[in-house]
């Protein structure tokens, strides 16, 4: 009876560790989800802010001038998004990616630091430089 309610508690524990990881549109999140999450609202600003540059321009709101140094520094950020969502994105499909959060030494297996240049354990180069 207890190993069966131990059971479900771990299956219920783990279904509740796991849950978020499988949010979002179903896509697989993982440690890097609050930097996609901000680079996502940035692009998000940034597209909108274009909108509202290009509405105030047709209103004649805007300069031709303002408009183009606006859109300009928009289009940056957005880019400057985009491209870190795709590096998040191109990071996350990489197999081995968790390696970089713990590594292991592969001379003598001793677990190391995540930007160690050098093994802990026997001194050994890791080529994280
Ligand atoms: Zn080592």
């Known amino acids: 009876m207890s190993v069966a309610v131990g059971v479900v508690l771990v299956v219920l524990c783990g279904a509740f560790v796991a849950a978020p990881f499988f949010r979002r549109d179903g896509a697989v999140l993982d440690e890097e989800t609050a930097a996609p999450s901000r680079w996502e609202r940035q692009k998000f600003e940034a597209y909108a802010a274009i909108k509202e540059a290009e509405f105030d321009h047709e209103t004649a709101k ?51 630091p995540a930007q160690a240049k050098f093994c802990p354990g026997c001194g050994r180069g890791l080529g994280n430089a």
Do not use: W
């Open 62 to 112: 805007l300069s031709d001038a303002d408009f183009a140094a606006l859109r300009e520094k928009y289009a940056a950020l957005a880019v400057e998004a985009m491209a870190a969502l795709d590096a998040a994105r191109t990071a996350r499909q990489r197999p081995g990616k968790h390696a970089a959060a713990i590594n292991f030494c592969p001379n003598c297996g001793h677990k190391t």
